[in-house]
């Protein structure tokens, strides 16, 4: 069996500032710590089964070099833990987009921001997803 990728290809990159609204207005969320997960089963427009964006707010980390270490930090871990929630999505021929928004007042480890994005994902899963 070949080994599985991990890889962020474009079209599992949320974009399009109505997309983003819709999930951020009327999808489901779950915090866990200092990361919060807003969710929503939705149609595509690609064959990817999830589309996921990162924000961290100004409001929360004032320097840039932070707050695009925190996203750089959140892309990995997502893409390094993706793939089992992928394929549920898939198996269940199901599509949602993800809104991963860092609430922190500081910037935190890769360790820890691995442990909480994929416990917000399987969360979020559990309660509203697959």
Same mark, same amino acid.
């Given at each position: 069996?070949?080994?599985?990728?991990?890889?962020?290809? !474009?079209?599992?990159? %949320?974009?399009?500032r109505l997309r983003m609204k819709e999930v951020a207005t009327s999808g489901k969320s779950v915090?866990?710590?200092?990361i919060r997960l807003v969710g929503k089963l939705m149609e595509l427009p690609? %064959?990817?089964?999830?589309?996921?964006a990162f924000a961290v707010p100004s409001r929360n980390l004032k320097r840039?070099?932070?707050?695009? @270490?925190? !996203?750089?930090?959140?892309?990995?871990?997502?893409?390094m833990h !993706? +793939?089992? +929630?992928? !394929?549920?999505?898939?198996? @269940?021929?199901q599509q949602c987009a993800w809104l991963f928004i860092f609430q922190g007042r500081a910037p935190i480890t890769?360790?820890?921001?691995? %442990?909480?994005?994929t416990r917000a994902?399987?969360?979020?899963m559990d309660q509203h997803g697959v």
């Open positions: 069996m070949a080994e599985q990728r991990h890889t962020f290809p !474009k079209s599992e990159r %949320l974009c399009g915090n866990e710590a200092s690609t %064959l990817a089964p999830a589309q996921v840039a070099v932070d707050r695009n @270490r925190m !996203k750089r930090l959140m892309r990995e871990a997502y893409r !993706k +793939h089992g +929630h992928l !394929k549920a999505l898939a198996a @269940r021929e890769f360790s820890e921001t691995r %442990l909480r994005l994902i399987d969360r979020w």
